[in-house]
């Protein structure tokens, strides 16, 4: 008997953990579309990183390529500095959160300067015409309302596909209490029987 309600105490832990990693959150919020630029020629697919966004995908520089509902900084190549906020709902418990700018450009005149919510994250930039995925560690920073800023002291030409805030959050705390609750019943159950 003993040993079979250890087993079943283990298959409980077991199927707890399992649940903890389970329930541990994670939440996206994309700002504009994963569209390549929406460059006509791209069909409205994603694209890959390292492309040059003349010569490999069509895109032609200074034309605009928004459609419906995008972001006005978004899929135009411009000049100059942009700056847009992303409202949403902040998850509570937060673990992680990452800003993702998917670009290409800004590279000749050198690199800008990057702020999220007025906090400075170094530079911006300084690539090429290639597409470019940089990513930043927001945790410290993060609002319900984030305030990117990229400020490029030339005007010189890039354009901006996407951005998107990924979040990790901490595992929903009734999981937990019902994983305790079991465990103690557990052991409860098993001291009436020895
Ligand atoms: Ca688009
Ligand atoms: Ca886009």
Redesign the pocket.
Known sequence: MKSKILGLMAAAAVFGLFSIVARAGTANVLY??K?CF?IPAQGGSPCAVGLDFGNDLGGAFFVD???GG?PAV??YWDAGSKSFTINFALPAGLTSATLDLFHAGAGTAGPGSMLINGVSFGSFGGGNNRTTLTSYDILAVITGSTLVSINLSSTDGWALDYAEIRMGTVPEPGTLALLGLGLAGLGLSRRRKA
Do not use: E, H, L, M
């Open positions: 504009g579309d569209d929406g390529y928004r459609t995008d978004t899929d």
